[in-house]
Each structure stands twice: as C-alpha cells, then as structure tokens.
C-alpha cells in the first residue's frame, strides 16, 4: 500500500496542473478569476482534535472545485504539524509553522489560496474514566474466576483519569488476595487499542468464605483446639481484616485474651506458643569435636523452634545462650 506522500503530486506535475487550468480559465473555459483554479486553506484560529497528532485537515477548511485537484487537497489535509497535546490541554503555535510544514510536505505555496492567522490554538479532546464503565469490567472479571466467591460492590481509585476519546477498553489485574471484602486492582485502560492509562483501585466486595468460628469461648492463655473451632462460611466484608481465615492458622495457638463464642479469631488475639516456655527444665547439649555432653538447665525466656534463648545451668549457676531444639533441649554455642 502507498503511503498519503507516496500519493502527492510531484512539484511539477502540480505546476503544470495548475497551469493548465489557469490557461483554461483564460478562455474562459473554468472560471473568469484565475485564483479561483487554486485549492483554497482556511485556518480556523482555535481548533479541537481527537488524534495523537496535529494535522492540517483537522485545523483548517481546504477546498477544491477542481477534481484534477483532489489529491493535493488530500496531501494538504494529512500535512503533520507535530504531537498533539495531552487530552483535555492545549498548545498554541504560530501561523508561520503551518506554512512552513506546507511546504516541509512538498507543497508550493504559489499552489495555494490561503487564510492562515498569526497564532493558532489547538485543544485535544479528553474525557474522565467513569467509575460505571471501570465497575462493570471488574464485575465481569471476578464473575469469570470460579476460584472466587466474589460479589463487586464498588469500585474507587484516587485521582481523576483523563483519556482521549475513542474506543475504550479496560484490562483489570488483581494484585492480592481478598482482604476485609476489599481486593486491590490495577487498571489498565486503552484507547484505540493503544495505552491510555494505568492506575492502582480497590474493589470493595462480598467475599464469602469459609472461615473458623470458635464453638466456646476461650479464656486467656488458653490453646486453640480442634475441637474448638468450627468453620462457617461467612461475608469477609464485614469481618475484621486481620481475621483468621484458615484452621491452621488457628488451632494451637495461645489466645492474648478472652475470646467468645461464636467469634471469629483475630490474628492479633492469638499468638503462637513458645516451643519451650520460660522457667521450663530443660536438657542443654554441650559438643566439641566428636565429644557430646549434657547437663540440666532452667529456660529464662520463651523460645520458639531455632530460636536462641538465655538457659541456666542449674549446677555451675552459670547462664548462656542455646538454640532451640525441641521442646526438652537445647544446644549450647550451637551456630
């Protein structure tokens, strides 16, 4: 396919044209004013346009009642003044540009009759992204995942989006999971198939789920059993965020204080229990070499599996640190 510049009619074909038609209308055989024979460009002094580029076609009215003149009338219109601005802002530029882009382009201007003013303002249309149209693609991508039980309520984001016009489509990516009812996004918005916008929302939603529900109410200090615990499907929009939404993350853990019945369980209200807890008897392992010894020794903190804790001997009265081993053992100087 031939390019719009393939198309132009060179220089002197465009010449000759011109002459031919302006020794025509001296017998009067087109039109009595010779200047009439020549395509006609009207800049307006402020125009809108939609495209990512300033062009000629879009800023003035170009006009020809000759049809031998049809393709340079085209030429004229595709004549590129440069990148538009962002949507919804403007740029002015000095009449004497678009000459000398006429001209850039290939085209005398003798061929021309022309009203062109000192400056010309060019404003490139835009519009906001409406919440509705973004709502309805994030309903549509959580409906199509049966890993979810997900009903979108809403849909925010922070600051204002302004696109061009044109053909709209949105790409939505879920960057986490479901936390409280609310999921955040990424937005990905595309006009005319070409990127228009990327920017972070939340969905607020009815997440439903599963979760664990104490059966009775736990004291403080108390494990977690099995039997204990329960799992309810229940609405994650109007639990607390930091609820416990898996029965490993729940049973054998210390509730910090009294958690009722039929409650869910909040990470921040329990708490792993120390593998070996302070003022606990404990055998500390002593190796050099291929030499292994042990002596008895009184745990000073709560340790966790692998953790180093402060142990007494309980015979030298002498305190050191050891690694947790299990919850009878420590190992003295281990690395």
Known sequence: MRSVRDNRLPKTLLRFAIAALLACAAYGEVHADPTDVRPRVFVRPQSTIAGERMLLGELATIQSDHDELQQLVADLKAVDLGEAPPPRLQVTIPGQSVLDAIQEAGIPLEALGYSIPQTVRIERAGRTIENAEVLAEVKRVFQEDAALDIQVREVSWTNAQTIPVGETAFAVSRLGKPNGGKVPLRITATVDGKPAARFLATAIADDWRAVPVLSRSIDRGML?????????????????????DRLESVVGRRAKNRIDAGSVVRKSLIDIPPMIPQGSKVTMIFRSGGLRATASGIALDDGHRDATIRVKNESSRRVVEAKVLNPDEVEVGAE
């Open 224 to 244: 977690i059993s099995p039997d204990d615990v329960e799992m309810v499907r229940l609405n994650m929009f109007k639990q607390p965020p930091d609820t416990a």
